[in-house]
């Protein structure tokens, strides 16, 4: 089974060289630290920034310096700065190749819900909704399971939806999985869970092509 940065390291490797990518808040900001060094790759933030690096070492922080969800983060050589409205041009425009999120909920067909749980409060849906409706590889980074230990990945999301049908591809502390018109197909499991695990853990219909590979990190 992984931890936040296991599953972190696992979508890095869904990285490629050239891409530039939006990490949302929670487990997908881990992502930056676990880039291949031989690769070039521009981590976007729609607070205004291109060329983030990963987070800084304690005592080396700067207030000034952060992403979407508030954290200090390091910039990379070359990184710039720019307001809000360029920054969601970039994502409206479709220039954004990689965008990686998490999410409360996942159904079967893509659909995501990673904004609001009724009866909480929210300061609004902020940039997720236009990184859904404009990207066109989502990848979902989240647990398999609530702390109840009821499925996240659904038949059918229950709670408001931040975009429909647009995920691709989700990695949980269980599996990697990929949307299909069929539901989730297992791709891979976590060191240590068996298939049977996964299937207990999943709502959605999941589908199982023969052996499913440990994945490596």
Not at 41 to 56: A, C
Not at 108 to 129: C, F, H, L, S, T
Request: charged content about 25%.
């Amino acid at each position: 089974m992984l931890d936040k940065n296991g599953i972190a390291k696992r979508i890095a490797q869904e990285v490629e060289d050239g891409y530039y990518v939006n990490l949302g808040i929670g487990i997908p900001t881990l992502v930056a630290n676990y880039v291949r060094d031989d690769i070039s790759v521009e981590f976007q933030s729609e607070n205004g920034i291109l060329g983030m690096g990963p987070f800084p070492f304690d005592g080396e922080e700067d207030a000034d310096l952060i992403n979407a969800g508030k954290q200090t983060i390091t910039a990379l050589p070359g990184a710039s700065y720019f307001d809000s409205a360029t920054s969601f041009a970039m994502i409206r425009g479709k220039h954004v190749d990689l965008t990686i999120l998490g999410a409360m909920e996942v159904a079967e067909n893509g659909d995501i819900a990673n904004w609001k749980i009724p009866g909480k409060m929210v300061k609004g849906m902020g940039g997720a909704m236009d990184l859904v409706a404009s990207a066109e590889n989502i990848i979902v980074a989240m647990m398999h399971t609530n702390r109840e230990g009821e499925s996240k990945l659904l038949k059918k999301c229950s709670l408001p939806l931040t975009g429909v049908g647009c995920v691709k591809k989700i990695v949980t502390n269980l599996a990697v999985l990929e949307v299909t018109k069929d539901g989730f197909l297992l791709l891979e499991r976590a060191p240590g869970v068996s298939v049977e695990e996964i299937k207990a853990a999943t709502e959605g219909n999941l589908i199982v092509k023969g052996e499913v590979l440990e994945m490596s990190i």
